[in-house]
C-alpha cells in the first residue's frame, strides 16, 4: 500500500483547506483510513477515519463540526475538508491504513504528510 498526502499549505484563521491521501495497491481488508496530525514539539493526534466500504465516519472531539472526512472510491482518494480553521490546527498531517474497523489502531501503512500552516 501507498499513501500520498497532498492539499497543505498557508492559510489564515478562519479559512479553509482540503487534504487528499490517494491509495494505490490497497487491498479490501484495509478498509479503514485515518488522518492524524503532529504538531512541533507534540505527540502525533488521532483526527478522524472513515471506513472505504461503508463510508462510516470518527472524528476527534476537538475537530468534530469544523473537519469532514470523505471519500470517493472510484479514485481511490480519502479527503479531509478543513473549515474555521485555528492556529493550533497548525501541523503535518498524515494518512493512514488499518486492517481494523473504525476508529482503526493500529494503522499499518502511513503517507509522507502535507505541512498545514494556519496563520493567526
Known amino acids: 500500500v501507498q499513501l500520498q498526502a497532498s492539499g497543505g499549505g498557508l492559510v489564515q484563521a478562519g479559512g479553509s483547506l482540503r487534504l487528499s491521501c490517494a491509495a494505490s495497491?490497497?487491498?479490501?481488508?484495509?478498509?479503514?483510513m485515518g488522518w492524524f496530525r503532529q504538531a512541533p514539539r507534540k505527540e502525533r493526534q488521532f483526527v478522524a477515519a472513515i471506513s472505504w466500504s461503508t463510508g462510516s465516519t470518527y472524528y476527534t472531539d476537538y475537530v468534530k463540526g469544523r473537519f469532514t472526512i470523505s471519500r470517493d472510491n472510484a479514485k481511490n482518494t480519502v479527503y479531509l475538508q478543513m473549515n474555521s480553521l485555528k492556529p493550533e490546527d497548525t501541523a503535518v498531517y498524515y494518512c493512514a491504513q488499518s486492517d481494523k474497523g473504525l476508529p482503526g489502531p493500529p494503522y499499518d501503512y502511513w503517507g509522507q504528510g502535507t505541512l498545514v500552516t494556519v496563520s493567526s
Open positions: 495497491g490497497r487491498t479490501a481488508s484495509y478498509d479503514t
